[in-house]
């Protein structure tokens, strides 16, 4: 009997295309539209937005796919989209074009210290986090031996607790900018390091959690902020869009090196490896990055 064939779809390339030229833009499309004062509140509720998303979004395509089909959840979600690009045509103001950057100057904007730093970091930090978050399910129902209601609680605590984060770089960050930039990576570091020594209690692993989520989104609104500052403004989208695709690239790796430790090693052992990783993207913000950052005010 000949065997039927079956053929796949793969929308994995154009998603991750669109995703990438969503961040290159939406970010220094928020800073053009406020005034200076209100620049970092514009930041953080664009990334409030991306929280938000990660709590109603998986139940909300859980509960489409159980009742209609996996298959209505694509089409449910290009709707939607549909009626937000209607929906910006209608009420977004016309901004003036800024948009003078040439590919010729893509070597000029990478010479600047301050941005390839901070690119280095970004691919340590999406590293460190994807080690860990790309088998965090696995992780709390295998070694915290949750039950399955528990682990979406869980998980939408870790997606809730962004909102903690964004709101904190809304406060933090003109304050006390670079401490506040040591405490986020430090929190990251301890999140990962502790997961399997506190896994056999469970109040503590939701705590870690949450305290994980939280420094993670501060961390991406920290330093879109701190890459809208060292580009200049008609670079701005073109050095958003290098920091997105390294930190998809570093979500490749991490769920790469987290498959090497689950397969070799143990699945208890992911925040160890991630967390090896966040110690040292930790030391060289700290003794790198932050010295650049001072020096380039």
């Known amino acids: ?38 620049q970092d509140l514009a930041l953080s509720m664009i990334v409030t937005g991306t929280s938000i998303a990660m709590i109603v979004g ?36 016309q901004l003036p074009d800024t948009s003078t950057f040439s590919f010729h100057q893509l070597p000029q904007l990478l010479k600047k210290n301050v941005l390839t730093e901070t690119y280095f970091l970004t691919f340590l930090v ?40 964004s709101f904190l770089f809304s406060i933090c960050y003109n304050r006390v900018r670079y401490d506040f930039i040591r405490v986020v990576l430090a929190c990251i570091t301890i999140s990962l390091l502790l997961l399997y020594p506190v896994s056999a209690y469970a109040s503590m692993v939701i705590v870690l959690c949450a305290l994980w989520g939280m420094a993670v989104t501060a961390f991406n609104v ?27 690239l570093g979500i490749g790796s991490g769920t790469w090196l987290g ?27 700290v003794m790198i990055l932050i010295k650049q950052l001072q020096i380039a005010e």
């Open 126 to 165: 999406a590293t460190a986090y994807y080690t860990g978050y790309s088998y965090i399910e696995p992780f709390l129902r295998q070694i915290a031996a949750f039950p399955e209601g528990w682990i979406t609680i869980t998980l939408t605590i870790f997606g809730a607790s962004g909102l903690i984060g």
């Open 1 to 38: 009997m000949i065997p039927k064939k079956t053929y796949t779809l793969n929308l994995t390339n154009p998603v991750a295309c669109a995703h990438s030229i969503f961040w290159s833009v939406a970010a220094p499309i928020a800073v053009q539209l406020v005034s200076k004062e209100h």
């Open 58 to 93: 998986l139940p909300l395509g859980r509960v489409v796919g159980l009742y209609i089909g996996w298959r209505m959840t694509f089409f449910v979600l290009a709707g939607i989209s549909f009626i937000v690009l209607v929906y910006l045509f209608t009420v977004f103001p």
């Open 222 to 248: 920290t330093f879109q902020a701190e890459i809208i500052q060292s580009a200049s403004l008609n670079a701005a989208a073109v050095a958003m869009s290098i920091f997105s695709g390294i930190f998809n």
């Open 259 to 285: 498959g090497i430790v689950s397969t070799y090693s143990s699945i208890a052992y992911i925040g160890y490896a991630g967390g090896a990783v966040a110690f040292i993207a930790f030391l060289y913000c």
